[in-house]
């Protein structure tokens, strides 16, 4: 088992957000985790990440504390963040440098952005291609993404993020979040994907979202 999740409860301080949780992952799996905004994925994401400590429970990455193991797992949050003075190439050989990764080229071809260009320049949507790429080119034993359709059109949500996550998955271990219905269609056809409905573990979430979603409280 790659990544082994045992009695997880993730939060902030004393609040619960969600959890407890457990699965296990192998190289190749791909994990969504759904549901709307709010009920915690994004906790769930950053403790995976080893960004937020556990409040109870443990994340093992190959069988050992995932803190050990912390350059193993590449994180890209849901808020759209990136040095702003750096060319897009640049950004991407920074990655490469700190990841042992490469494609730079092939990355930029995929999600159409020339690399002579300052991320300064780009729009919230070239920025998270510019993220994707950085996805392409790192190489990890775990990625985890949060929310990679954000600022995204729907051609590239529906088409580009599915393929960058099936080639992606193809290295190691992945974790996507998502509140869209189409990305959980797109991505469910994709080989070995495990479903984590996160309204059914949240803690915080309200009494009309759990009506709306047929789930109950754990």
Do not use: C, W
């Amino acid at each position: 088992m790659l990544l082994e999740v045992r009695d997880l409860v993730a939060g902030y301080g004393n609040l619960e957000v969600i959890g407890p949780l457990s699965f296990g992952l192998n190289n190749g799996d791909i994990l969504v985790v759904y549901g709307p905004n709010g009920v915690g994925k994004s906790t769930l994401l950053k403790t995976l990440a080893t960004i937020l400590k556990p409040l109870r429970g443990s994340v093992l990455l190959m069988g050992e504390d995932a803190v050990k193991h912390r350059e193993e797992i590449f994180y890209v949050p849901e808020n759209i963040t990136l040095p702003e003075r750096l060319k897009v190439r640049d950004y991407l050989n920074v990655v490469s440098l700190l990841y042992n990764g490469g494609e730079i080229d092939e990355a930029l071809k995929i999600v159409a952005l020339p690399g002579d260009v300052r991320v300064n320049t780009l729009s919230q949507g070239l920025r998270r291609r510019l993220q994707l790429a950085s996805v392409f080119v790192a190489r990890a034993r775990v990625y985890i993404i949060d929310d990679p359709t954000v600022g995204l059109d729907d051609y590239a949500a529906e088409h580009l993020v599915p393929s960058i996550l099936g080639e992606v998955a193809k290295r190691g271990t992945l974790i996507v979040s998502t509140k869209e219905r189409r990305l959980t269609e797109a991505v469910g056809v994709l080989k070995n994907v495990k479903m984590l409905n996160a309204l059914e573990y949240s803690r915080v979430a309200r009494p009309s979202e759990r009506m709306l979603n047929g789930s109950r409280h754990r």
